[in-house]
């Protein structure tokens, strides 16, 4: 067995020149920088079409952004809106679904969730969540299970788990495959 190392784009490529699939993240008041540097490289791994940096979200270029998100920030397009809300509004517009990804009494589990693409996920403030303004703008809300004695999981390791189970779902509702937009994977040296 060998190691290989994936790359989906070759360094040549720009960022703003290559496919991106139909999914979206709003990060509405995410406090800690790191936090937001992780949800840029998750963003980066999956290729989104954009991020949506709301409210007091920080945005680059800040070193603690930087420090977690390796380069990413520079990979992923993002744009800011002042409020959660007027992103939603701004997605809806297009015709993108949006979903808060959230605990309420109705929300979908995130494996049962009726996803429609092009798709959007609003991830909330780390303690409070989202914001009950964007929660109302949302066409739903979907929730990652909690087995464990806690009932949350940090807001960074549930945007991965969100984003990948929506590319997941994707790669089943298409027939287009999705690792067939990555170049072949390279071998390490022995």
């Not at 991020?51 to 390796?70: D, Q, W, Y």
């Amino acid at each position: 067995m060998k190691k290989i190392l994936t790359r989906c784009s070759p360094p040549e490529t720009a960022p703003d020149r290559i496919d991106r699939f139909p999914i979206y993240a709003v990060l509405e008041n995410i406090r800690s920088l790191y936090n937001v540097g992780a949800m840029f490289r998750t963003a980066d791994a999956v290729r989104v079409a954009s991020l949506h940096l709301c409210g007091i979200t920080g945005r680059p270029p800040r070193k603690e952004i930087v420090k977690t998100a390796l380069g990413a920030q520079d990979t992923v397009p993002w744009e800011y809106f002042a409020t959660g809300a007027e992103s939603v509004r701004n997605l809806k517009s297009r015709g993108i679904q949006v979903w808060a990804v959230e605990q309420t009494s109705v929300s979908h589990g995130i494996w049962e969730a009726p996803l429609r693409f092009p798709v959007a996920f609003v991830f909330g403030y780390e303690i409070e969540g989202v914001d009950n303004a964007t929660l109302a703008e949302c066409d739903g809300a979907i929730e990652i299970p909690m087995f464990g004695y806690k009932g949350s999981l940090n807001v960074a390791a549930a945007c991965s788990i969100v984003l990948y189970e929506a590319l997941r779902q994707l790669s089943r509702s298409t027939e287009t495959c999705i690792r067939s937009m990555c170049e072949k994977p390279l071998e390490t040296d022995p």
